[in-house]
């Protein structure tokens, strides 16, 4: 009888070691192990997790590096737009889950599977964002979840793996911790709480540096140009530049709370140093440099591309069309934003550029005005008022 021939999403964490040691052994399927590297791993972690999968029995294992196009299709546009979910969240994971989704589905159709599987858990988000893309991009094939169909506690998947005599570091792997470019999330006993913090030595970086020391960070069209004045071919070398520069001062941490798109809250912990940091510095220069309504309109677009980016409809042609909207936003985007790097926190002391609006040849707030004359401001300010004055006239009772 042929073997089922499975694609399993394998990131070498507990819940896809478990999935791989299962659906060969148990299940009998030939499973062909891929990871899609969208940040998280070295050319060195290629190598130990090719090692892992053997050691779990998949018939063959693939690396596919995804990082450049992770940041062309999806990334640039998160920095474009500011987007931060409910104010807070850079949404690291849920970006990359759209990048590594479709390029499983790709590579399922090349290799001619019968299956796809993945290590989402029943009660998160990934699940969905995983299913919809292989639903879309490969209807035909069949998707297999065991952590999810077997409603699986992470310490039943240790127990089951040291039966089957595999060994893995488990006292880490009591937290789920997914390293991208643009972010680590954190999960662990803590955050299925609604008031208990992670512990210090959750988190993949630690505070080695405690004197402040400065960070200037250049912008060409909204992209990242140059970090210290050292110049990058692509944004991707220098979104890492700053990771290392200031993950070292343990910048960037936070607990994201949130609506799932399965109806209930949930609470993951995140690491993002230099995510934080590109948006707030970003959005900073774009204070200066876009006009009043070019802010009003791009934040409202924004919020709805990371919405929807979230929630797993990546795929809708309406991001492509805010997408379209975002880049053109960024012309005059240009300049250098300043910052100071302290242990957990940065200031953002401010910018340079060409394009800034607030040029002392019009004026000084608060100070001097060389547009206009006071006369000029009170007729404005009669015309503006007139509407109003008129309501309240009207109804004064």
């Not at 920095?79 to 849920?94: A, C, D, E, M, R």
């Not at 479709?102 to 090349?110: D, F, M, R, S, V």
Request: charged share 20%; net charge negative; hydrophobic share 40%.
């Amino acid at each position: 009888m042929m073997k089922k021939k499975v694609v399993l999403a394998f990131s070498g964490g507990l819940d896809t070691s478990y999935c791989a040691k299962y659906l060969s052994e148990n299940l009998g399927c030939e499973v062909h192990a891929l990871t899609i590297n969208t940040g998280g791993f070295s050319q060195e972690d290629a190598t130990e997790l090719k090692l892992k999968a053997e050691k779990l029995g998949v018939f063959s294992y693939k690396f596919i590096d995804a990082v450049h196009n992770y940041y062309n299709d999806c990334v640039k546009y998160l920095i474009f737009g500011n987007v931060l979910k409910n104010n807070t969240y850079p949404l690291s994971v849920s970006a990359e889950r759209t990048v590594q989704a479709q390029n499983i589905a790709k590579y399922a159709l090349e290799i001619g599977a019968n299956a796809i599987a993945h290590g989402s858990t029943g009660a998160g988000n990934d699940q969905v964002r995983f299913d919809l893309i292989f639903q879309v991009m490969c209807p035909n094939i069949e998707i297999i979840t065991p952590i999810r169909d077997l409603s699986l506690s992470r310490e039943e998947e240790i127990l089951f793996l040291k039966n089957h005599g595999y060994e893995m570091d488990f006292e880490k792997a009591k937290y789920s911790i997914n390293k991208g470019l643009w972010g680590t999330s954190v999960g662990g006993k803590e955050t299925l709480t609604s008031k208990n913090n992670l512990p210090e030595n959750a988190f993949p970086s630690q505070v080695e540096k405690t004197e402040p020391s400065d960070l200037e960070i250049e912008f060409k069209n909204g992209e990242i140009f140059s970090v210290n004045g050292e110049q990058f071919s692509h944004p991707v070398s220098a979104i890492q530049k700053i990771e290392k520069l200031a993950s070292v001062y343990g910048i960037g941490r936070d607990i994201h709370v949130g609506d799932t798109i399965v109806g209930i809250k949930g609470r993951v912990g995140f690491e993002a140093a230099a995510a934080t940091i590109i948006i707030k510095a970003h959005h900073l220069l774009e204070k200066h440099t876009l006009s009043k309504y070019q802010q009003t309109i791009k934040s409202q677009l924004a919020d709805w591309y990371g919405n929807w980016l979230h929630e797993a409809l990546f795929l809708d042609p309406v991001m492509r069309n805010i997408e379209t909207f975002l880049e053109n936003s960024q012309k005059t985007v240009n300049g250098k934003v300043f910052l100071t790097l302290h242990p957990y926190r940065f200031v953002l002391n401010g910018i340079e550029s060409e394009n800034d609006l607030m040029s002392a040849k019009f004026g000084s707030y608060g100070e001097a005005n060389l547009a206009w004359t006071g006369e000029d401001v009170k007729g404005f300010t009669k015309v503006l008022s007139n509407s109003l004055s008129i309501y309240h006239q009207i109804n004064k009772s």
